[in-house]
């Protein structure tokens, strides 16, 4: 059966998932990061390349179905990865930046605004009908993602806007996750439909201590040893639960597992370089920055593994939207 050109854009575009946003944000991070073994731009601007096509089919169906985005935007799950749209946008206006600084500085500036608009559309649909099984990691996302903005800006004039959202974002993160801990200890288990946002955890402190690092001009070292080994152990347990995350049947919810691993290689990677500017603290850092190496290898795998899955997933929507099985009499 023919279908028609119009109908097969339609479809695909449906058929992309949203929290692709998410996939988009740990391809244009892991391209970032990789900076540090490259040493060139190169692979950032792979990275932002791919995010950036990513986007655009998200950007398309937003704005072609803006009912689907307010829809998702008042569900507990969906709503809450959303913003990952405007965090890759903020890493993707960093790549930008060496060769167009005015557009990034925009696209920076357009990012921030789309992701407070997403996070006050977030939490004043919780706030409607908030219940304690609803709260998961992914929550995280919307407020204290805006420390990628910290991470990502390099237009001195907005330095001030960025330093004011990373102190949001460390607020946001010190009164969550202590609610956070109380909800997945005394509530309801977390059903294996939204598991993936467990890898969600391993993000904000490592978050937090990259932004912290990228932006404070004389770091405090016992800020950056409590948020850097809170960052350590949080990802150390996510990865032993990928012994039971990756078992879990694939869903788009996968992209989780992208983003947390990459932004802990890059902590890392910071905080290394931080302690070699100390004589006492060099032995230190070349141990850390092994550590940096090893995390982004597993980050690399995590992130290939599950651009795969997204790959062969939305090639057997497409194939079914574009081929539905006709009945026969």
């Not at 060769?99 to 559309?121: D, E, P």
């Not at 992914?138 to 907005?158: E, I, K």
């Not at 032995?283 to 290898?297: K, N, P, T």
């Amino acid at each position: 059966m023919q279908i028609p050109l119009k109908a097969m854009l339609r479809s695909a575009i449906q058929a992309t998932p949203t929290p692709m946003a998410g996939l988009a944000l740990g391809i244009a991070s892991l391209g970032w990061c990789w900076n540090n073994l490259a040493g060139d731009a190169a692979t950032q601007q792979w990275g932002a390349a791919v995010a950036a096509a990513l986007l655009l089919l998200l950007a398309i169906k937003f704005i072609r179905y803006p009912a689907i985005l307010r829809e998702e935007l008042a569900h507990p799950v969906v709503g809450s990865v959303i913003p990952t749209f405007s965090m890759a946008l903020m890493v993707i206006s960093n790549a930008l930046h060496p060769v167009a600084a005015n557009a990034a500085a925009t696209l920076w500036v357009a990012a921030v605004v789309f992701h407070l608009a997403f996070m006050l559309s977030f939490f004043y649909h919780r706030a409607q009908d908030f219940r304690l099984h609803h709260l998961l990691p992914s929550w995280f996302v919307p407020p204290v993602g805006l420390a990628v903005a910290a991470l990502t800006n390099l237009t001195p004039a907005l330095a001030p806007v960025a330093q004011m959202l990373l102190a949001f974002a460390l607020m946001a993160y010190l009164v969550l996750m202590p609610l956070m801990i109380y909800r997945l200890v005394f509530s309801a288990p977390v059903p294996d439909t939204s598991k993936p946002t467990l890898a969600v955890l391993a993000a904000p402190s490592s978050l937090c201590l990259a932004a912290y690092l990228q932006i404070a001009e004389a770091p405090s070292l016992l800020l950056v040893a409590c948020l850097g080994g809170l960052a350590v152990l949080m990802t150390l347990v996510i990865y032993v639960g990928f012994f039971r995350l990756l078992r879990l049947p694939f869903s788009p919810g996968y992209a989780a597992f992208t983003f947390p691993m990459v932004i802990s290689a890059t902590a890392l990677f910071k905080t290394a370089e931080l302690l070699q500017g100390h004589a006492l603290t060099q032995a230190a850092a070349e141990q850390i920055l092994q550590g940096a190496q090893v995390e982004l290898m597993i980050a690399t795998g995590i992130v290939v593994y599950v651009a795969i899955r997204y790959v062969r997933h939305y090639a057997g929507r497409m194939h079914r939207a574009l081929h539905p099985v006709e009945l026969v009499a």
